[in-house]
């Protein structure tokens, strides 16, 4: 596999994402790295490269695609768009020192808001179709069905808030939705402090930027939450069913259209997922054998609220995604100072195109 | 060629060190004048002395330029990425012990876990506008036991002195810093979070995984070994 091969086929890939509609775009390899900082926290400095420029600040070596072009989408696109561009990524390899630094993605972005269900299958029915002939196994999962299940359970906003914030991590949405639910022990430290008839009468100057007002706010709201009565068993039965759902797309959504009896509020995501097969299905895609999990994605795709999905080698485990996508509506929101619009898309990795069409 | 040993070139640290060697048989020394950094090793043939600053141990070692090295447990962690491919510790030398924890404000009367700590980032977060910033010079050790204990919302501010003034002189909202006994904590009025430490460090012995050895070398770290008893 040579640099040139896997440059001629990103083009080709890039070419047939134009047929399908797509302008090709273009964009910086150093973006402003408080950008990405911000939407990810600090764990994106093990997976990007960061660069110091003396006047501009922290740099980041674009790590993806996606932010700077919603960016450039929700400063100057007009509507509806579908963008696609070719380019190197630059991904730092901790754990993974075998697998390249940088890489080219090819990618596909539809901002429409028309109708989000036909535009998720216009997105995955397309990289089905490229990459049809090399038999990958496909994955797809839906983000909005996990956040609709969180968001309807019986418990203060404070709770929902903090499960939300932590719906990317497995172990301390875990940690926090056992505490909720009464099923472990409030820790010594906290009990003390909500015993405590003047917490705050210590002798210990204030110092920092955090005030004595803000510690106070914050004892007031866990007083608050300690007062709260436990989710319910039933509750969380019902949460943990819904993250359960793991099956082929057709007895997938029979068994959410059934939880989404005693859990209505999952009701609107789930006949959205419906819908989707049903255009998945018009534009040919064999739904029936289709795999689908509800948390797929959920500890890698952090910037996806509703469909996901990936394209694997079966017969390569060790290999990443060939390729990947998703919707994110909440993106746009935050990049987008007020503005918002349904956006999907996804990447192709052409190198990993190249290695295993080699191996065929 | 002779077997390559890396030593901290000054302070309680080189001198701990050539105790420990001491006691055991073989005699490490500072050769010149107090400035050079020269030395010599007695009791076993075919060894140098190489005189290094500690923070450098860990990288000579991977690099495969010093078969040995005697250094913190603290700074192979932080600076080798897969560490335990690249060295491997002989032994524990008992002295230089500090544990690498993660503290904040006394006057945080909320926050004692690592759950408090991600309670009071979110917070903060949303009154100032700006991720909480926690000072150190351990920013792996610390971006992985705080993705761990799932901590958000916060940002790691570089920091390689005089840490513990950084809250006061709001430069940061918390620090994560080596510790032995508290007392700079203490003076600095931060409190450490009742959590396991990150790390409990001490100057260990470490052999290079990447350091070729010639028959001569191999020889002289056989006879080394034997004599210290690792």
Same mark, same amino acid.
């Given at each position: 596999?040579?640099?040139?091969?896997?440059?001629?086929?990103?083009?080709?890939?890039?070419?047939?994402?134009?047929?399908?509609?797509?302008?090709?775009?273009?964009?910086?390899?150093?973006?402003?790295?408080?950008?990405?900082?911000?939407?990810?926290?600090?764990?994106?400095?093990?997976?990007?490269? +960061?660069?110091?420029?003396? #006047?501009?600040?922290?740099?980041?070596?674009?790590?993806?695609?996606?932010?700077?072009?919603?960016?450039?989408?929700?400063?100057?696109?007009?509507?509806?768009?579908?963008?696609?561009?070719?380019?190197?990524?630059?991904?730092?390899?901790?754990?993974?020192?075998?697998?390249?630094?940088?890489?080219?993605?090819?990618?596909?972005?539809?901002?429409?808001?028309?109708?989000?269900?036909?535009?998720?299958?216009?997105?995955?029915?397309?990289?089905?179709?490229?990459?049809?002939?090399?038999?990958?196994?496909?994955?797809?999962?839906?983000?909005?069905?996990?956040?609709?299940?969180?968001?309807?359970?019986?418990?203060?906003?404070?709770?929902?808030?903090?499960?939300?914030?932590?719906?990317?991590?497995?172990?301390?949405?875990?940690?926090?939705?056992?505490?909720?639910?009464?099923?472990?022990?409030?820790? #010594?430290?906290?009990?003390?402090?909500?015993?405590?008839?003047?917490?705050?009468?210590?002798?210990?100057?204030?110092?920092?930027?955090?005030?004595?007002?803000?510690?106070?706010?914050?004892?007031?709201?866990?007083?608050?939450?300690?007062?709260?009565?436990?989710?319910?068993?039933?509750?969380?039965?019902?949460?943990?069913?819904?993250?359960?759902?793991?099956?082929?797309?057709?007895?997938?959504?029979?068994?959410?259209?059934?939880? #989404?009896?005693?859990?209505?509020?999952?009701?609107?995501?789930?006949?959205?997922?419906?819908?989707?097969?049903?255009?998945?299905?018009?534009?040919?895609?064999?739904?029936?054998?289709?795999?689908?999990?509800?948390?797929?994605?959920?500890?890698?795709?952090?910037?996806?609220?509703?469909?996901?999905?990936?394209?694997?080698?079966?017969?390569?485990?060790?290999?990443?995604?060939?390729?990947?996508?998703?919707?994110?509506?909440?993106?746009?929101?935050?990049?987008?100072?007020?503005?918002?619009?349904?956006? +999907?898309?996804?990447?192709?990795?052409?190198?990993?195109?190249?290695?295993?069409?080699?191996?065929? | 060629?002779?077997?390559?040993?890396?030593?901290?070139?000054?302070?309680?640290?080189?001198?701990?060190?050539?105790?420990?060697?001491?006691?055991?048989?073989?005699?490490?020394?500072?050769?010149?004048?107090?400035?050079?950094?020269?030395? #010599?090793?007695?009791?076993?043939?075919?060894?140098?002395?190489?005189?290094?600053?500690?923070?450098?141990?860990?990288?000579?070692?991977?690099?495969?330029?010093?078969?040995?090295?005697?250094?913190?447990?603290?700074?192979?962690?932080?600076?080798?990425?897969?560490?335990?491919?690249?060295?491997?510790?002989?032994?524990?030398?008992?002295?230089?012990?500090?544990?690498?924890?993660?503290?904040?404000?006394?006057?945080?009367?909320?926050?004692?876990?690592?759950?408090?700590?991600?309670?009071?980032?979110?917070?903060?977060?949303?009154?100032?506008?700006?991720?909480?910033?926690?000072?150190?010079?351990?920013?792996?050790?610390?971006?992985?036991?705080?993705?761990?204990?799932? +901590?958000?919302?916060?940002?790691?501010?570089?920091?390689?002195?005089?840490?513990?003034?950084? +809250?006061?002189?709001?430069?940061?909202?918390?620090?994560?810093?080596?510790?032995?006994?508290?007392?700079?904590?203490?003076?600095?009025?931060?409190? !450490?979070?009742?959590?396991?430490?990150?790390?409990?460090?001490?100057?260990?012995?470490?052999?290079?995984? !990447?350091?070729?050895?010639?028959?001569?070398?191999?020889?002289?770290?056989?006879?080394?070994?034997?004599?210290?008893?690792?």
């Amino acid at each position: 596999m040579t640099t040139s091969q896997v440059k001629s086929r990103a083009a080709d890939l890039r070419g047939r994402f134009e047929t399908a509609g797509a302008v090709p775009v273009d964009c910086g390899i150093l973006q402003p790295a408080e950008t990405l900082l911000d939407l990810y926290g600090e764990d994106i400095r093990t997976r990007a490269y +960061v660069t110091h420029d003396p #006047a501009r600040g922290e740099q980041m070596l674009r790590p993806d695609f996606t932010v700077p072009v919603v960016q450039m989408h929700m400063e100057s696109g007009a509507e509806p768009a579908r963008y696609t561009y070719a380019g190197e990524v630059f991904r730092r390899q901790e754990d993974h020192p075998e697998r390249p630094s940088e890489y080219l993605q090819v990618g596909f972005e539809v901002f429409d808001r028309t109708n989000p269900a036909e535009a998720d299958a216009e997105v995955f029915a397309l990289f089905n179709e490229v990459l049809g002939p090399l038999g990958l196994r496909a994955a797809t999962g839906d983000i909005g069905i996990l956040t609709a299940a969180v968001q309807g359970l019986q418990t203060s906003d404070a709770r929902r808030a903090a499960l939300m914030r932590h719906l990317w991590r497995p172990r301390r949405f875990r940690g926090l939705l056992d505490r909720f639910a009464g099923r472990t022990a409030v820790p #010594a430290s906290r009990a003390a402090l909500l015993a405590a008839k003047a917490p705050q009468k210590i002798d210990a100057p204030s110092i920092g930027l955090r005030s004595d007002a803000e510690v106070a706010s914050r004892i007031e709201a866990l007083r608050q939450d300690a007062a709260e009565p436990p989710i319910s068993d039933e509750q969380v039965a019902l949460l943990d069913a819904v993250m359960g759902v793991k099956e082929t797309c057709p007895f997938a959504l029979e068994h959410l259209r059934d939880l #989404a009896v005693d859990l209505p509020v999952i009701a609107h995501a789930v006949e959205r997922f419906s819908d989707r097969c049903e255009a998945l299905d018009k534009r040919g895609v064999d739904v029936a054998a289709l795999e689908f999990e509800t948390t797929y994605g959920r500890t890698f795709m952090e910037y996806y609220d509703g469909f996901v999905f990936g394209f694997y080698a079966g017969t390569r485990p060790d290999l990443p995604p060939v390729a990947s996508g998703g919707r994110y509506d909440a993106l746009t929101r935050v990049l987008g100072k007020g503005a918002e619009i349904p956006a +999907v898309g996804g990447v192709i990795r052409p190198h990993l195109v190249v290695e295993l069409e080699g191996a065929a | 060629m002779s077997l390559k040993l890396g030593v901290p070139s000054k302070g309680r640290l080189m001198e701990k060190t050539f105790d420990w060697f001491g006691e055991r048989g073989v005699r490490l020394s500072r050769t010149g004048s107090d400035r050079e950094y020269a030395g #010599a090793v007695e009791g076993v043939e075919g060894i140098s002395l190489v005189l290094l600053s500690a923070g450098e141990i860990p990288r000579e070692l991977a690099a495969g330029r010093i078969h040995l090295g005697v250094t913190g447990t603290d700074l192979v962690r932080e600076k080798l990425v897969q560490w335990d491919q690249k060295v491997k510790p002989l032994a524990e030398l008992g002295f230089g012990h500090a544990d690498l924890i993660v503290a904040v404000p006394t006057c945080w009367v909320d926050v004692d876990t690592l759950d408090d700590l991600d309670g009071a980032a979110a917070a903060f977060r949303a009154q100032h506008g700006f991720r909480m910033r926690i000072a150190t010079k351990y920013h792996r050790l610390i971006r992985d036991y705080l993705r761990q204990g799932g +901590v958000a919302d916060y940002q790691l501010v570089d920091s390689q002195g005089a840490t513990e003034g950084t +809250v006061k002189n709001l430069t940061a909202e918390a620090i994560a810093d080596i510790t032995s006994t508290g007392e700079t904590l203490r003076a600095n009025h931060l409190k !450490i979070l009742q959590e396991e430490p990150v790390l409990r460090s001490q100057a260990t012995l470490f052999k290079s995984r !990447i350091a070729d050895l010639e028959p001569s070398e191999r020889a002289a770290m056989t006879a080394l070994c034997q004599t210290l008893g690792v």
